[in-house]
């Protein structure tokens, strides 16, 4: 039997993914390409913004359009949240919420033996009880980071977010699994780990003792060779003392932290029920910086929620113009059924968000421009990634810098510390050259 996969959405879906693949191949299916003929078909839905519903659902579409005899199934997110929609798409199969999407093998054989066509729906709710499974990899994955999730579902209710309707309570995976599957990464040849999870500041919430630093602190005591961790987004609530320290001071640590914004206007935080204030981030940005020379700083910010006035905007401009980000990430606000925010009003015209929108996309890259001429001659570790030519490769640095490199030998996987030269671009050496 063949199976083809189609991810849509955070990395904890893409880890999810990569997570069942392993499952299917035990049982011994084929993986294939999603453009290909397969007998299951598996869209693993995402559904954050409307866009995100609207290619959830013509994946399944595509899906059904290319082989009208296989089992398409609709997993994760969606299928959790908006399962009576997808139940109005003819030759849709079986509709799998996140409590039951890791038993997918067990449901489709189930199916396949039932030997009946009709739709069936699993989305029983998330309960806090639902433990992580630990995942068993066997093969090395088409991203040379790997990414380990620790930590499932969020409890903060932000007004605009759907994600706690869709991944439920806080559970942290325990720790002795996490570093199990830290061990049996770096043993497929992983060099850099990224932890990931829906709320990953939240690790160790629902375990007695345990937090995101001690986590970082029992990796980087029992796990030692060269190798490095990143963390994916930590909340501003959540960057504590102890993480700082670690950041400061474990060279295997990478020095970038993704801290959502969201909004530069107090009225429109506390709207998003974000509880911080511009203040308070603006302030936490200062001494991180401070304390960590070259540190790259990422962060979300959204425009167009429901009543955020052009003074509003405005405020997220000049804050995020002050600010020591390296880069942002620019969300438009989506209207979510069953959020707070979407009984809000006025909501802001989709023009009006676009206008916004490609405003703050050209601060970030005046930002990241800025960040990069600031490492002028500047030394870094880069782990190439990949090969991109003959004689060419490309490699990222601790601190996300995306850097070229020139070398006759192959050095795809390996660290080389080179130096920047003018404007970040990277002075190339011979391969005896690259330092390793
Ligand atoms: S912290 Fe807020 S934005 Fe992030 S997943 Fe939880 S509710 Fe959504």
Not at 19 to 36: H, N, P, S
Not at 148 to 172: A, H, L, M, W
Request: proline share 3%.
């Amino acid at each position: 039997m063949k199976v083809a996969f189609h991810t849509l959405g955070c990395k904890v879906n893409q880890v999810e993914t990569e997570q069942l693949k392993e499952e299917f191949i035990a049982r011994g299916y084929e993986l294939v390409d999603f453009t290909r003929e397969a007998d299951v078909y598996i869209i693993n839905t995402c559904t954050v913004t409307h866009t995100s519903d609207r290619k959830s659902r013509s994946l399944i579409r595509r899906a059904i359009r290319s082989n009208p005899l296989a089992i398409i199934a609709a997993v994760g997110c969606m299928a959790q949240v908006n399962a009576d929609q997808l139940a109005g798409i003819e030759g849709l199969n079986l509709i799998v919420g996140n409590r039951d999407k890791e038993h997918i093998v067990d449901i489709i054989e189930e199916y396949l033996a039932a030997g009946s066509h009709a739709c069936r729906i699993f989305a029983g709710p998330l309960a806090a009880s639902t433990s992580l499974k630990i995942a068993a990899y066997t093969r090395h994955h088409q991203r040379t980071r790997g990414f380990i999730k620790i930590q499932d579902g969020c409890e903060n209710f932000c007004s605009y977010c759907i994600v706690p309707f869709t991944r439920g309570p806080v559970r942290s995976k325990k720790p002795a699994d996490v570093l199990l599957e830290i061990d049996q990464m770096l043993s497929l040849g992983y060099k850099e780990l990224v932890l990931t999870g829906i709320h990953t500041g939240l690790y160790g919430y629902d375990i007695p003792d345990w937090d995101i630093g001690k986590l970082l602190q029992e990796i980087f005591t029992r796990i030692k060779g060269r190798y490095r961790l990143r963390l994916s987004s930590i909340e501003p609530l959540e960057v504590s003392e102890t993480l700082i320290e670690i950041a400061v001071s474990e060279p295997g640590f990478c020095r970038h932290l993704h801290i959502p914004l969201q909004s530069g206007s107090d009225d429109i935080l506390r709207a998003m029920n974000r509880r911080y204030d511009r203040y308070y981030y603006k302030k936490m940005l200062s001494d991180i910086s401070k304390q960590i020379p070259d540190i790259a700083l990422t962060t979300d910010i959204m425009v167009g929620f429901p009543t955020e006035s052009e003074s509003d905007f405005m405020q997220s401009v000049e804050l995020l113009q002050e600010l020591p980000v390296y880069d942002l990430h620019v969300f438009k606000y989506s209207l979510r059924r069953g959020t707070d925010a979407a009984l809000l009003s006025p909501q802001v015209n989709e023009a009006e968000k676009q206008r916004r929108s490609q405003l703050l996309i050209n601060i970030a890259r005046q930002k990241k421009s800025e960040f990069i001429k600031g490492l002028d001659n500047r030394e870094l570790e880069v782990l190439v990634e990949k090969k991109t030519g003959p004689d060419r490769y490309q490699g990222l640095s601790d601190n996300y810098v995306q850097v070229e490199l020139k070398s006759r030998q192959e050095i795809t996987g390996e660290f080389v510390n080179i130096v920047l030269g003018v404007n970040g671009t990277p002075i190339y050496k011979a391969a005896s050259d690259v330092n390793r």
